[in-house]
């Protein structure tokens, strides 16, 4: 009876402790760092979005590596990033995607992080075969404040010679 009655205790301190984590903004980012790290590419792009609507200030310890990752995730084969006015960058979610998987319309990072925008962005750009560098990618990441350098150096440390 002992037992069965710690085993309870245990659960219950268990869940109790589990639970703060859980509202926990700090923990919750934690957690995230941590899934986005995953092998498992679909656990780790869900995580890399669960932190960009975190948003900052909370998720300003781990932004640098959470943009290299999701840079890296989405770099085109021959692709490099760049910086760029976001002037020249443009993303309407009310137009219809004219690819036929519907990139744009289904993509939540990029629309999150397209509202955040504000005169620069680093952006993913791929080599078109002969006819020079296509638009940039469906993301723009906001390069608008002090975080932009340790940003830009995570991204050069991720990605090499294909980074500003």
């Keep these: 009876m002992k037992g069965l009655l710690a085993l309870v205790l245990l659960g219950l301190l268990v869940l109790g402790a589990g639970s703060l984590l859980a509202v926990s903004p700090r923990a919750r980012v934690r957690w995230y760092a941590w899934r986005m790290r995953s092998s498992d590419p679909a656990a780790a792009a869900g995580a890399r979005l669960k932190l960009f609507e975190l948003d900052r200030p909370a998720i300003d310890d781990v932004l640098p590596e959470l943009v290299a990752r999701e840079l890296a995730a989405r770099m ?89």
């Design 76 to 164: 085109p084969l021959g692709g490099r990033v760049a910086v760029t006015a976001v002037g020249s960058w443009t993303y309407s979610p009310g137009i219809e995607d004219p690819s036929p998987s519907g990139v744009v319309a289904k993509d939540p990072t990029a629309q999150l992080l397209a509202k955040r925008l504000r005169s620069r962005a680093l952006v993913t750009v791929s080599a078109d075969r002969g006819f020079g560098w296509t638009d940039p990618s469906l993301i723009a990441i906001p390069l608008d404040d002090d975080l932009a350098p340790k940003i830009l150096a995570a991204v050069r440390a991720e990605l090499g010679a294909r980074a500003p």
